[in-house]
Nanobody, 116 residues
């Protein structure tokens, strides 16, 4: 059964760092584009970052550019989101997504809270 499991969420102070992990089982991430999304209370889910399947091209939302880094380890079948200089507005549930038409998998989400 294909599954994505996020980990690494926590409560962190502004300016702090976290690294989210998204581990896949039941399928290989090698063949998928991977994205990180987030949803804050009362807001729609938004794309944060993604990394292509083939050449590792990355994309970042303007709100996180220069602070977040997406990477993938195809051997560990895991994708990471390194988040630095976190701000209160980064508080949200973070989801990872693996997409390769017609397959589209989502993780269950993990809470990141940035607060002093």
């Amino acid at each position: 059964q294909a599954q994505l499991v996020e980990s690494g969420g926590d409560l962190v102070q502004p300016g702090g760092s976290l690294r989210l992990s998204c581990a896949a089982s039941g399928f290989s991430l090698n063949y998928y584009a991977i994205g990180w999304f987030r949803q804050a209370p009362g807001k729609e889910r938004e794309g944060v970052s993604c990394i292509s399947r083939d050449d590792g091209t990355t994309y970042y939302a303007d709100s996180v550019k220069g602070r977040f880094t997406i990477s993938r380890d195809n051997v560990k079948n895991t994708v990471y989101l390194q988040m630095n200089n976190l701000k209160p507005e980064d508080t949200a549930v973070y989801y990872c997504n693996a997409y390769s038409q017609p397959y589209n998998y989502w993780g269950q989400g993990i809470q990141v809270t940035v607060s002093s």
